[in-house]
């Protein structure tokens, strides 16, 4: 039997998302021939977050590795987990991968001159579904956070706004975006876990958080390094994490994400 | 033997630059085997440098369209043309054409906890050569241009310091960047060009920063639209041009591309 | 008769406030002795507060003019109307009269090395009751707006924060200030009064804000320019007013200021 | 005949400089009657000048209070000293001595709509002489110091530029301002001398600068904290020094800067 079927190439295309949906299409190229298969992938809770930051170990290349760990460890464990890899790398990932990808932030603006800066349009195309805001090391004017808010619904993208402290959670609340994510500046990269160190700021960031949104989904982030970590913050009643450094700068990041991902089954 | 040559690549692997050059490596893959042959391509004034910004008409596929019709002009032409597409699209626009990509902003860090900010070597990584410093949109703090330029030189990536007036020119000249370029602010975008509009600005830019610093690449944008406009820039002493609306947003950007190109050689 | 008693000199220490009491010592200095006599005086809705931005109609002796003609409304009209110098007028301004002044921005900082920086120190001891914070000129970061809230809270000052439309407003309640001004930036100094071009900005506003918080008081601004603008911003549910261009570029702000306070009693 | 010269007020007014004179108004008041007596002031090398940063041990009264010592300290040794306090309390100051007074700061902007802003006119009718600019507590964009630098100069005020390195020196030198400062920031407050520690630094600075700009004024500063290193700052050829924490934080200021002022004298 001669061989035809000589270039077989399988992409996922992100094409945006509903929400907590992320739509996919699967897209097969058989000599030439494409079919097209959307499919469904929910990115519902207990959902992990992994900020790339501009770490080198999750720049270029490594960011297509560290997003591919993840996705085996979505795949295996059923758990919505997304990536925040850099701007110039999330093209990349977002062919390289079927998971969420997030950009670490976006600008208020409107498409037009703004050199240098990073519009929602852009972010939307490479396939990300959303983008982290007001990152404590990327704080943002109060009127920029809900101004980004409103342009990322205009865009169908997942708004993750990070808050400091339980007032400016609630703060947040108010602007009604997708996910806040409670992160004590003080213990970021630490591997002091928020959850056992502070649990009383994410207790009262959701006491407060709720009494003005319901819908809002609460993550909590910094110094998380272990299960037990992610354990506490669910136990607490948050309803994931957002994590940097306990997974980029791991020695196995894959075996620490499995661990996280495990954890949230409890 | 029945396979026919099924599957054959050709891609440029930009890999940094020496300067003025731009390293790229022709990467042949047949059949799964791959050939690299590196190539050396001059970068040299004239120069003429598109700047996407965050226009719809240059983001996502549009802006790698746009970047294979300057690539083509730069073939056709053998003029040196470069682009400075948005962060998130510098790879996919560096993979897809051999001429010099540029980011248009990169941030004085170094790798770490920098969330949403943007790292030299991750734009070196996607194979750009250079980057926009100081863009009048984009405007940063002294001692940040000057740490910006001390890093694309630890990157050997190619510095282009933009500057609002003579005097400003000449202090950035003091920083040794490889490329100053001169822009009025309130000429860009008005289609008013700078070199008929502002000649003096010009002549005085030259002036004061030759005094200061002899090797130095001098552009001039803003408002930049016909071929004689470009023609008038280099008469007054540039080496070349700045560019953005003038190109992206022309109805036929190959064509006024290609008129710019061709008013370099008078 | 021989006159001796030379040099009598009256002055108003300002000293501080419990919330809307404004702790002022009445000092009469008569010939080297001087006796204080401590008064309080109400600062109380419904409010007026004149911002002076940076008008040379309301810079420097011209600053101290307008706060003699603002404290000689507020007294014979008895309404509570207070002002808000530049830093650099704020001692000289509290010196000379007696209703509340105001600073138009503080920093989120602690006293220490902090160069051009404004210090909640210094502009309490200026004799200063309360500071604008967040003024859609002078935006801050939402965990800076926060962090002044705090730091306006150890110093007893009052603190008056300024927001941009309703979902803001609601943020910011949740930080707990003293008082709000909800203020669209599109109208500030165009002389069209948000009170009749935009009411339901207004409502909306009292509405989400009295859901967080029911004590904060609310004011609104930006083209405030007749009796009857401010007639209409408390009929909405304000509890009084911030100005400025409406007063300070009047032909003559205390006629106009005296018509502003006299519609507060409708 | 009887009356006796009851109430004799001697004021100095400072209304503005001619570069490095201080032009004040000697205002003797004698009984009602006000006599006038223009004095030019030199401010010339070797000159002190002292950042009073927002140090508690320099706000409001202590201010006043340690611009006295610094007054007598001037007196005392004819050395040419000026003194830099927060902005609430530069009026006061100003009106307190006879040495020049600088603000720690200006904002680029014209007068009109700038709420929180520091507005040149201010400080200039407060009777300071100049300002401090782009110190590295306080850093602004490049084409801000050039902005702020044009309008010390349409209001006869002196400006001093704080630089980080040699580079950013020469970079200033280009701007042309009346003074430059060379202060490495990670020397400032720590009690190590810059002029011990990094003379290099310094006679970089002078070299370049002195390539661009020969009649700038040239200061160094950081870490200043004993009367040999003013000595040795002069000797590597500044022309003085700027200080801070080093006079506002000594157990006794009135002495440390006397051995400050004496130490020029070598």
Redo the contacts between chains.
């Keep these: 039997m ?2 035809q079927s ?2 077989c190439k399988i992409t996922f295309l992100n094409i945006g998302i509903s929400k907590f949906y992320s739509k996919t299409i699967l897209a097969i190229n058989v000599n030439a021939k494409q079919v097209k298969i959307p499919l469904l992938k929910k990115f519902q809770p207990p959902i992990i977050i992994v ?1 790339f ?4 170990e999750a ?3 490594k960011a297509v590795e560290l997003a591919k760990k993840t996705e085996k460890v979505s795949l295996e464990t059923k758990v919505s987990i997304g990536v ?1 890899p ?7 990932v977002a062919k390289a991968v079927s998971i969420p990808v997030f ?3 976006i600008d208020p ?1 409107q ?9 929602a ?3 939307e ?2 396939g990300a579904i959303g983008t ?1 805001i ?10 920029d ?2 101004a980004i808010i409103k342009i990322t619904r205009e865009h169908s993208l997942v708004s993750v706004v990070c ?3 339980p ?2 959670s ?7 975006p997708d996910i806040i994510a409670i992160e004590p500046p003080e213990l ?2 630490t591997g002091i876990p928020v959850s056992k160190a502070k649990p009383q700021v994410i207790t009262d960031t959701i006491k ?1 958080v709720r ?2 949104n319901e819908k809002v989904v609460i993550l909590c982030g910094a110094g998380i390094s272990r299960g037990e970590d992610v354990k506490a913050a669910l136990k607490l009643g948050t309803q994931g994490v957002l994590v ?2 306990g997974i980029v700068k791991a020695k196995d990041p894959y075996m620490v994400l499995r661990e996280f991902a495990e954890a949230t089954r409890f």
């Design positions: 001669q061989q000589s270039y900020n930051k501009t770490y080198l720049t270029g290349e925040a850099q701007f110039t790398d999330i093209a990349t950009a670490q932030h603006i498409p037009g001159s703004h050199t240098g800066h990073v519009l349009a852009s972010v195309e490479t982290l007001n990152h404590s090391e990327r704080q943002l004017k109060l009127s956070v809900d808050a400091n402290n007032n400016i609630a703060a947040v609340a108010s602007l009604e970021i990269g407060l009494e003005i940097a450094s």
